[in-house]
């Protein structure tokens, strides 16, 4: 049954498909792409940033560190995202670009879906009487347990974490 809660899910997955169909697959997984990687290489790498920063330009120690994040960051999500762009041209030389839009969509929704459950995830996590889950607006919701269920079932080892605990002793 359709219910009003539904619209907060519909309207969000409706938004992604035509985001994924305008920009097409190979931006959106390179965009994503480049938010990991920018991440990652800015983890691993931004203490060697910092220590040149500092050499070179004699700074104190507080704002290199900063800077080095933010500047291994820019770069390889740059990288990354300009690499894609050229693929997407490629991608419309050789007249794929139907096919590519197609499987933006499917991967935008995905995408959304993914990040809807994770919210609903943490707010079930928050719920520890499951007052939300006996509301009849949540009962009579088409969407919210295909929603809740994507998170658990495309990360098995999810329901296993330690989350809810670490979340309770943050409340504390």
Known sequence: MFSLIDLFFIVPLIYAAYQGYKKGFILHFFTLLALFAGLYVSIYFSDWVHNKITKTFELKQTWPFTISFVLCF??????????????????????????????????????TAFILSGIIYFIALNDKEAALEKKEIIQNSFLYRPLKGVLLYSIPKYKESKLDTLLDKVKM
């Open 74 to 111: 820019l770069a390889v999500g740059a990288m990354v995202f300009f690499a894609g762009k050229a693929l997407e041209k490629i991608v419309k030389i050789t007249m794929l670009s139907p096919l590519n839009k197609l499987a933006g969509s499917i991967f935008s929704v995905l995408k």
